[in-house]
C-alpha cells in the first residue's frame, strides 16, 4: 500500500461547480496534512493545512480530514478554469523522522 | 523578494558529467530540502537537513551528494550523470522538520543527453 494516495484523474468538473479531491494515508500516527496546487512548469504551492478531524475552510477551499478513516480531502467551491492543476496531497510520516510524503497528485480540469 | 531561489533553471548536459544546483532561502527557515518530481509528476524526497544537518537520506544513488554550508543554502552535486536522472530538481524550506508548510524554489529542470 502505497503510503499516500491520489486518484490521478483527470478530474473534469464544470465551471462554477464543486471539485472534490480525495486523499488517503496509511500511517495512524501523522498529524500533519497539506494540499497543494501545482501548475503546469511550475513549483508546488500551499492551498491548506489541516491538522484536527473536522472541517477547515478558507475562502471558497474546504479541507476535511477523517484520521479514523485516514481520510483528508479538498473541496474546491464555484471552480475557476484558474483552478485547471494538478492537487498534490502531502501528510508527515510520524515513524520516519517527521518527513512529509507527497501523493502523485490528481489533475483537475474545470471546462468552461 | 524571492524566498526560496535555485540556480540554474535550466541544466542540458551529457551523460557522465558532473553537475551542481544550488539553492538559497531567505525565509530563516531551519530545515531544508530537495525533491525530486520525475515525468510522472510524483514528487520524491531526496533529502534534507536541519540546521546544516543531514536528517533525512533517502534511496538516492551515492553520485547525489548534498552540502548545507550554512542553514540559508543547500546545494545538490551530481556526479556521473545517468539519462535517468533527467528530472525537475525542487529545493524547499520550512521552519521545523516534518509537519510545517513546506516553501519550494521554482525548480530546475536537468535533462541529460
Known amino acids: 500500500q502505497k503510503e499516500v494516495e491520489q486518484n490521478s484523474g483527470p478530474l473534469s468538473v464544470p465551471e462554477g461547480a464543486i471539485a472534490s479531491l480525495n486523499c488517503t494515508y496509511s500511517?495512524?500516527?501523522?498529524?500533519?496534512f497539506f494540499w497543494y496546487r501545482q501548475y503546469s512548469g511550475k513549483s508546488p504551492e500551499l492551498i491548506m493545512s489541516?491538522?484536527?478531524?473536522g472541517d477547515k475552510e478558507d475562502g471558497r477551499f474546504t479541507a476535511q480530514l477523517n484520521k479514523a478513516s485516514q481520510y483528508v480531502s479538498l473541496l474546491i467551491r464555484d471552480s475557476q478554469p484558474s483552478d485547471s492543476a494538478t492537487y498534490l496531497c502531502?501528510?508527515?510520516?510520524?515513524?520516519?523522522?517527521?518527513?512529509?510524503?507527497f501523493g502523485s497528485g490528481t489533475r483537475l480540469s474545470i471546462r468552461p | 523578494d524571492t524566498a526560496v531561489s535555485q540556480t540554474p533553471k535550466y541544466l542540458v548536459t551529457q551523460m557522465g558529467n558532473d553537475k551542481s544546483i544550488k539553492c538559497e532561502q531567505n525565509?530563516?527557515?531551519?530545515?531544508m530540502y530537495w525533491y525530486k518530481q520525475d515525468s510522472k509528476k510524483f514528487l520524491k524526497i531526496m533529502f534534507s537537513?536541519?540546521?546544516?544537518?543531514?536528517?533525512i537520506n533517502e534511496t538516492v544513488p551515492n553520485r547525489f551528494s548534498p552540502k548545507s554550508p550554512d542553514k540559508a543554502h543547500l546545494n545538490l552535486h551530481i556526479n556521473s550523470l545517468e539519462l535517468g536522472d533527467s528530472a525537475v530538481y525542487f529545493c524547499?524550506?520550512?521552519?521545523?522538520?516534518?509537519?510545517?508548510?513546506?516553501?519550494f524554489g521554482p525548480g530546475t529542470r536537468l535533462t541529460v543527453l
Open positions: 524547499a524550506s520550512s521552519l521545523r522538520p516534518g509537519g510545517d508548510t513546506q516553501y
Open positions: 500511517d495512524r500516527g501523522s498529524q500533519s
Open positions: 489541516i491538522y484536527s478531524n
Open positions: 502531502a501528510v508527515n510520516i510520524y515513524s520516519s523522522a517527521s518527513k512529509i510524503i
Open positions: 525565509l530563516g527557515h531551519d530545515t
Open positions: 537537513y536541519n540546521n546544516k544537518e543531514l536528517i
